[in-house]
């Protein structure tokens, strides 16, 4: 059934021109995609909607669940259309920064912000596609900021352009993310990611219904304040993502390696995923393979715990979408089998110390430690979770378990979220009744994929009828 056999890192992918047809959508699929993303800051809600339908044409015709997460463009700052050809920026040339939605030409660049003159000053650097080209303001005039550049480069298409967070004055979401989630609520999406977060009322501005009634709102930390307001933006999201392109130009660069592991283990902790995203096989845009430092970047990202490690422009608009999957797969497999599973628990449970949460959080989790720790004494082959929401399935996530995860639920949303929970493999709970009968069920089913023959011990985790809240309060064990 499942593409990513023996990895349990989760692998995102964004589709894009280079693989938005439904056989590459597929050959994605096989080569090791778990979710979808949609980078709705490129092209329009209908075109968005259509590949949403595709990746939902592809899953029903693999047979297994496939993530869709949309990404959200936030208060994205972009640079007007560069030529076909691009815009070559010579280093110590002068450039005009134009406020303006038209396109951009020879020292002319312009930018669609309104508040362009104001918000950057001068001394300021500016961060065009992510730190591909840099430029220093210098001046300004009534109409315009005269930048010099300090870092050359070609610009193409209509790449971002960095404004310090603290001085860019539009929400978050904006009122076009607002559009535009609420026509994917109604195709039924699965995960949203909401750009530029600086708080939990950011999130809390997104108003869907908790997730899996609504989509799980994955927060992307990409700004200073995001990174001061952390905990509580972890406790108000379903899900993080450590955007490090933006991160990478509000904070000093020798900083964001430490920020990274800060953010990833803070987040598991609460039973979270985490998505490590952002240039991590970058040259396999072109290269049909990526570099010994991409390489061991993605390696070290599943070291530090993410449970997911995401592909943006290498399959969107990359020459070999499948192959960069692949070997992205590849590479976190190997990455998986050298995981530190042992010493992985005793910093969950330090950091689990510092944090607050809920009565039926505390309870879930309590079972959840004590079924990592049943399962790794007794070698279980696997941890059974029966599950409404996902919840239990990304708590004993937390423990990286050397056991499998299965996840059965009946909810179909809750199913295709699992599908970013590290380690879990996601299953349908099909004519399970309630209580005992969902139990027998689950076992059967597991025996009938193939995950659990006759003789394993498994942990099963499950809630009981008696229990007034929405807790995991049952932990069993049980040879098959």
């Not at 949309?70 to 005009?96: F, N, Q």
């Not at 999957?325 to 969950?348: C, L």
């Amino acid at each position: 059934m499942a593409a990513n056999a023996g990895r349990r890192t989760k692998i995102i992918a964004s589709i894009g021109p280079a693989c938005e047809t439904e056989g590459a959508i597929k050959d994605l699929a096989v080569a090791g995609m778990d979710v979808a993303r949609i980078n709705l800051s490129h092209g329009t809600l209908d075109h968005g909607i259509e590949l949403f339908r595709r990746v939902r044409t592809v899953e029903a015709s693999i047979g297994r669940p496939i993530g869709v997460l949309v990404d959200l463009p936030g208060p994205k700052v972009r640079a007007g259309e560069m030529p076909d050809e691009g815009l070559p920026l010579i280093e110590g040339s002068t450039i005009r920064l134009v406020p303006g939605s038209g396109p951009s030409a020879g020292s002319v660049v312009t930018v669609n912000h309104d508040a362009l003159l104001v918000d950057l000053h001068a001394g300021d650097r500016v961060l065009f596609g992510e730190g591909s080209v840099i430029a220093e303001v210098t001046d300004r005039t009534d109409d315009a900021l005269l930048a010099t550049i300090t870092h050359g480069g070609l610009l193409l298409g209509r790449p971002g352009v960095h404004i310090p967070s603290e001085r860019l004055r539009l929400p978050t979401p904006t009122a076009h993310d607002l559009h535009l989630l609420d026509a994917f609520v109604d195709e039924g999406v699965d995960m949203v990611a909401v750009s530029f977060v600086r708080s939990a009322h950011d999130i809390r501005r997104v108003g869907t219904e908790p997730h899996p009634r609504g989509p799980l709102i994955v927060a992307k930390i990409e700004t200073r304040a995001a990174v001061e307001n952390l905990d509580g933006i972890i406790e108000a999201s379903g899900a993080v993502m450590v955007a490090r392109g933006d991160l990478g130009a509000e904070l000093p660069i020798e900083e964001l390696p430490h920020i990274q592991k800060r953010i990833l283990q803070r987040c598991i902790t609460l039973g979270r995923p985490a998505i490590t995203a952002t240039q991590m096989l970058e040259s396999m845009i072109h290269a049909p393979a990526p570099t010994r430092a991409e390489t061991s970047d993605v390696a070290n990202a599943v070291f530090d715990g993410s449970s997911a490690v995401m592909l943006s422009a290498e399959t969107a608009i990359g020459q070999d979408p499948t192959n960069a999957v692949a070997t992205m797969a590849r590479i976190a497999a190997r990455a998986d089998a050298e995981f530190d599973y042992d010493g992985w628990p005793h910093r969950v449970h330090r950091i689990s110390g510092e944090m607050r949460q809920s009565i039926d959080d505390t309870v879930t989790n309590g079972m959840t430690d004590a079924a990592w720790r049943a399962a790794s004494e007794t070698n279980a082959a696997a941890i059974i979770c029966v599950t409404r929401t996902g919840f239990t399935v990304r708590s004993i996530a937390r423990f990286r378990p050397k056991a499998k995860i299965l996840g059965f639920t009946t909810d179909e949303r809750a199913l295709r979220q699992l599908t970013l929970s590290w380690g879990a493999i996601p299953y349908e709970l099909t004519g399970g009744g309630v209580g005992e009968a969902q139990v027998e069920r689950a076992i059967e089913l597991a025996r009938l994929h193939g995950e659990i023959r006759s003789g394993d011990l498994v942990a099963v985790l499950s809630g009981s009828a008696s229990y007034p809240g929405q807790a995991t309060d049952t932990l069993r064990l049980i040879r098959v």
